[in-house]
């Protein structure tokens, strides 16, 4: 499945959801990832993302696709992968 | 369509990014902003977005989706509507 992933998490635990979600996702903008990904790794993701959240403050949304086939991406301004490695 | 709209603009232009968007679209994230939109007010958006935006530091993402039929929503954590009217 595709999914779209979003965080929004207090600044310092912001290092770390960006670690973890890089391992299983595609950095395209601050605290927004994409990518394929299977259930089961998604699982892995959000429970390693539990692992350090603040469940009472931090937030993350996970949009899932079954297929990308309705799907469409479009970016004004620049692409931010292209400018900095990432922001942390 | 549905849209899920992120953007990652200097901090000086974020209030009228914010204010733009959220006339078009529920606010449901910092800078995350998702809802059922038309194409032409999509267009007038992105137009108003563009007229502040600097499109060479500044990043838009629009993620366009014919229906919402193949889509899933989940957060982790907190709905941040109910914590803060919005973060700007």
Sequence with gaps: MFVILVYDV???RVAKAL?????YLTWV???VFEGE???AKLRM???ELKGIMDETYDSVIIYK???KQYYERETLGIEK???E???V
């Design 29 to 31: 903008q601050n605290s």
């Design 65 to 67: 696709f079954r297929t």
């Design 85 to 87: 490695d990432f922001i």
């Design 19 to 23: 670690k973890i979600c890089r391992k």
């Design 10 to 12: 207090k600044e310092e």
């Design 37 to 39: 990904i299977t259930e």
């Design 45 to 47: 993701l959000k429970d």
């Design 81 to 83: 992968p292209s400018h």
